[in-house]
């Protein structure tokens, strides 16, 4: 009998056990979600009640809304128009309509941000004092420091050395032929096949540094991608979270994690300052200079000059490659687009530089489609406002931070028709996208509305997509990238017939890569040399 007891003992302990492994995660997060909506909502309860997606151990949904944010933002419709979603143990309020992002961007030029934007101590380590992560008084005091080589008319003037590079780098395209998808390659290689990623990384990146540091030479090329490859590879910290977002608990828990982000802040620090140290030596203006010499001024910080360099580079790598990665890809899975684009750049081949900088193009036209279809986020880094929002009934607090669902602006919103979440510029047309430049497109005059509301194409346009940001916080390289994606794909069709090998699943589903926190497509391409008519 005394060791039948033993055993219903045993056998008890193993149950609690079981139900602990199967449930005790369950509880836990149903308990602290419960707790955050009685403690720290977000909102207010004298407006509507908002719901949302179970807090989740032990970030909450920050790796959800990165990692998987297209199929979350799919399933999470179902919470309605507004909703919650939670970074760690903040709230965070996410808005899908025209109407509620109208709203919000009418304080847009005073947002305030969040700490680290409610992602922790890592992300403040290596993005805490870069101008996107700023406002007021001291995002001001960067953009005028930053912003000169990155205006529309810079752009412009650096159309001819984009262009140059551009057609060279497709003329050596074939040197990077994937073998293990049966292309040989070699220097006489007329049809080859390339993963798209591997191929359209380092092009746009080194071309958006030169317009930092000015010529690179390979040299310079080969350290800043090393210094690169350490940077990227912190990323997973940041997007994991859990102990990464507190100091202490990152040393005890990774203390090799804290020492490879020292590491990489010291070779920043120490590539920059040699780049400086050679410029300066020979007597060039590269914009770094100037940078420099605002830091020795004491008008920044050595961590606000390192992070926003950063965020202009590394941290912009995952967006431009996404952004020239889906522009190829798509084109080149739509015959009737690529024939369209191969027939303008026929008929613009003597004012090509003009072309380049046109917004009433099929060109561009395309440029805009493939990042209304393919948004590099699918949930904006977040925003917040000082007052009190009414957001469809719902009453956000002030400060906290408010996400928009870009996919629901861009594909899931009746303003874009039926087939909404197809690759179509000729959609574009009807909009009269040639009537204005993309940057009024976005950041439009004030002008008067309608009885409607919405009477003016201008504040049409600016509520139902999102690009490049809102209000005067746009994204500063959009010039800059716009020219380097748009010459080199004007290039890559001129030259070579471009088809999707693999990684199109059929309709508008592709593979995807989810190595990063953008969602860049997982394809490869087969290319075959055509006479074009760029020579």
Sequence with gaps: MHALNWAFVALGLAGLYLVNRIYGRLILE???????????????????????????????????????GRVNSEKWRKYGPVYRIWSGPHPEIVITTPEALRHFSSDAN????????????FVGELLGRAMGLLYGKDWRRLRKIFDPAFTRSAAVARID??????????????????????????????????????????????????????????????????????????NQY???????????????????????????????????????QVRRARGETAPIISYWEEYEKGNMAAVELLQTLDELLMLNLDV??????????????????????????????????????KTDSHLHRCFIESMRVRPFAIFTIGESSSVVKNFHGVLVKPNTQILVDVLAINVRNPFWGANSESFDPSRLKNIKLSDVSFDQVLNPPALPA?????????????????????????????????????????????????????????????????????PKPDASLQLTAQKGSLG
């Excluded at 202490?248 to 920043?268: H, I, M, Y």
């Excluded at 024939?339 to 004012?351: F, G, M, W």
């Design 30 to 68: 149903t308990v602290t979600s419960r707790v955050l909506e009685i403690f720290n909502p977000g909102v207010s309860r004298q407006g509507k009640q908002i719901s949302g997606p179970r807090w989740q151990f032990p970030n909450g949904t920050v790796i959800e809304r990165f990692v998987n």
């Design 450 to 518: 309608g009885p409607s509301g919405e009477n003016s194409l201008f504040l049409q346009l600016r509520y139902n997509l999102h690009s490049f940001g809102i209000g005067s916080r746009q994204c500063m390289g959009q010039y800059i990238a716009g020219h380097i994606v748009k010459s080199l794909v004007v290039h890559l069709f001129d030259g070579y017939e471009v088809r999707v090998l693999k990684g199109h699943q059929g309709g508008n589903s592709y593979d995807i890569d989810k190595s990063s926190w953008t």
């Design 238 to 276: 940041w997007i994991g979270g859990g102990p990464y977002r507190s100091e202490s608990l990152a040393k005890w828990f990774d203390p090799g994690a804290v020492q490879r982000l020292r590491e990489f802040n010291t070779e920043w620090h120490d590539y920059n300052a040699r780049m400086v």
């Design 161 to 234: 050395v984009v262009d140059r590079a551009a057609r060279k780098y497709v003329e050596g395209l074939h040197l990077l032929a994937d073998k293990t998808l049966g292309s040989p390659g070699g220097e006489d290689e007329k049809s080859f096949s390339l993963p798209v990623l591997k191929a359209f990384t380092k092009f746009p990146y080194f071309l958006t540094a030169s317009t930092i540091y000015g010529p690179m030479t390979e040299a310079e090329e080969r350290d800043l991608w090393g210094v690169t490859e350490k940077r990227i590879a912190l």
């Design 320 to 357: 431009i490659t996404h952004v020239i990665t889906w522009f190829i890809t798509l084109v080149a899975d739509h015959e009737h687009v690529k024939q369209e684009l191969r027939d303008e750049v026929a008929a613009h081949k003597d004012n090509l530089f003009d072309y380049l900088a």
């Design 110 to 121: 005073d947002h305030p941000k969040t700490p680290n934007v409610n992602l922790g101590w």
